[in-house]
């Protein structure tokens, strides 16, 4: 209710405010007073006020003339509420005077009723005039926001990231937009006119024939669904589709559908899963072989110990001190030989360099054993390098590792770089090797389908840190890997 009045008390301001209502009202106050000049003789001034005595008339014809130009007026000005005021008003002064004053009454009640009802007519007339052009600008109002409207979902749809396309009950495609382009690989302006059976697999149609007589039946596809394209150039390519029945007139008319390529997350996610597959057989792989070295190497070597052991407390009285210092001799080389393929295993799972003087002297320390073990010259240049997280250290070192196993058993290579660069916010690492290199893949990813799952795993170890890593590589001129990481992502 508080609002209906304030909205109320607000409109009425307005229309008080309107200056033709009061011009409207003082036309009508000074036309009464001349109308009714006999009534208000008594008052001064008032009762001198008469128009047709200064025209020389006779007759009172002339302000009921007036009085329906005045209505006129209030209703092409201020409405029909004021015109409906300024009517009643009229109407009251000019039956008044037919009433108590005109001789000729029979004459002024004919010229007051007829002035008040061409009044009435011509007032009737604005409003419905005035309702038409207020509905008239709502009309434009609404086209124009429908235009708007309009050439805003025209350009959603032209310019949606998504393929969008519509296509006749036939197949026939009717409308598409610019990523389809990019989706078939047909020129945008070609589409229109094609069927969609050119684009889509034989194997995949059935699929499509069962989507199409799903929503026929009114079961709506509440989720995406795959299907595997033909582009223009014959490549396929797969993409998630989503579809819905264009009904009119409760028929139906046309499908339309949105899809997206997914080929490259598809190739990917397989990819990671076959490479996901060849890490965990290699780790059982290296369980093995470690559980065989273990076996047939330190075990052994335990074994031996404890029976020369054996022997020495069995003989020990027999023996002469200098056989005794003999036998304890072949002890200890027997337990240092015992201790350094320990620390071996143990340096090999993870060098404790590592941890005690950080990662310059640990990537240092490996260039020597590659070197020593392969006999590659392995140089080394390392910029200053800020304090790592104990994971950004461990991925670069095991990046370097597996970059430096890969040139000494893979490439043939006689020569080998490793660079730390720390430039603002990132350390740069880059392993060089002159050995036979090899064709890049397109991706990547697509590493682990060829058996390169060392470069693969780099890449996966990089991502954990937010880092990247690049290849290059052609067939005989060698392989440079880059990685980049970040020095403050645990900041």
Not at 105 to 122: G, N, P, T, V
Not at 353 to 374: C, F, K, N, Y
Request: aromatic share 6%; net charge negative; glycine share 6%.
């Amino acid at each position: 209710m508080r609002t209906g009045h304030f909205r109320e008390y607000r409109t009425g301001g307005a229309a008080l405010a309107n200056p033709h209502l009061w011009i409207a009202a003082v036309l009508f106050v000074f036309l009464t007073i001349a109308h009714l000049t006999e009534l208000l003789s008594a008052i001064p001034f008032l009762g001198d006020i008469s128009l047709p005595a200064t025209l020389g008339l006779s007759r009172h014809s002339l302000e009921r003339f007036f009085y329906l130009l005045l209505m006129l007026y209030a209703g092409w000005t201020v409405g029909l509420v004021g015109a409906a005021v300024i009517w009643l008003s009229s109407a009251s002064a000019m039956l008044l005077r037919a009433f108590l004053v005109s001789p000729q009454f029979r004459d002024a009640i004919l010229e007051s009723l007829a002035s008040l009802a061409i009044a009435a007519l011509a007032v009737a007339l604005m409003a419905t005039y005035h309702q038409n052009k207020r509905q008239q600008g709502r009309l434009e109002k609404a086209r124009h926001d429908a235009e708007l409207v309009r050439r805003k979902y025209e350009e959603l749809f032209a310019d949606a990231s998504d393929a969008v396309w519509v296509h006749d009950m036939e197949g026939k495609i009717t409308l598409a937009n610019r990523a389809c382009e990019e989706l078939t690989g047909c020129p945008v302006s070609e589409l229109p006119g094609r069927n969609v059976r050119e684009f889509i697999t034989p194997e995949a149609r059935p699929l499509a024939r069962e989507v199409r007589d799903r929503l026929l039946r009114g079961q709506a596809m509440e989720h995406r669904y795959e299907q595997r394209l033909i582009k223009e150039d014959g490549s396929e390519a797969i993409m998630q589709v989503a579809t819905r029945l264009i009904v009119s007139d409760g028929r139906p008319q046309a499908f339309q559908n949105m899809a997206r390529d997914v080929t490259e997350e598809r190739r990917l996610q397989d990819n990671l899963q076959f490479y996901l597959r060849q890490i965990l057989q290699a780790q059982e792989e290296e369980r093995r072989r470690l559980s065989r070295e273990l076996h047939d190497d330190t075990s052994q070597q335990v074994l031996l110990l404890t029976h020369r052991v054996d022997k020495i407390a069995a003989r020990a009285e027999s023996c002469s001190p200098q056989e005794l210092l003999d036998e304890l001799a072949k002890l200890y080389d027997l337990s240092e030989q015992t201790y350094q393929g320990i620390k071996h295993y143990a340096q090999a799972l993870r060098p404790r360099i590592l941890d005690d003087l950080g990662l310059v002297s640990a990537l240092r320390w490996l260039a020597e054993e590659i070197q020593s073990l392969s006999g590659m010259q392995v140089q080394v240049q390392i910029d200053e390098v800020p304090p790592l997280s104990p994971e950004t250290k461990l991925v670069l070192f095991r990046i370097v590792q597996e970059a430096l196993n890969n040139a000494h058993r893979h490439s043939g290579a006689s020569e080998v770089g490793v660079t730390v660069e720390c430039r603002e916010d990132a350390l740069t690492v880059t392993v060089t090797d002159n050995g036979s290199g090899f064709e890049l893949p397109t991706q990547l990813s697509d590493f682990a389908r060829r058996g390169k799952l060392g470069l693969t795993g780099m890449a996966e170890r990089a991502r954990l840190i937010g880092g990247e890593v690049r290849v290059n590589s052609a067939p005989g001129q060698g392989t440079t890997i880059v990685v980049k990481a970040p020095t403050r992502l645990y900041e």
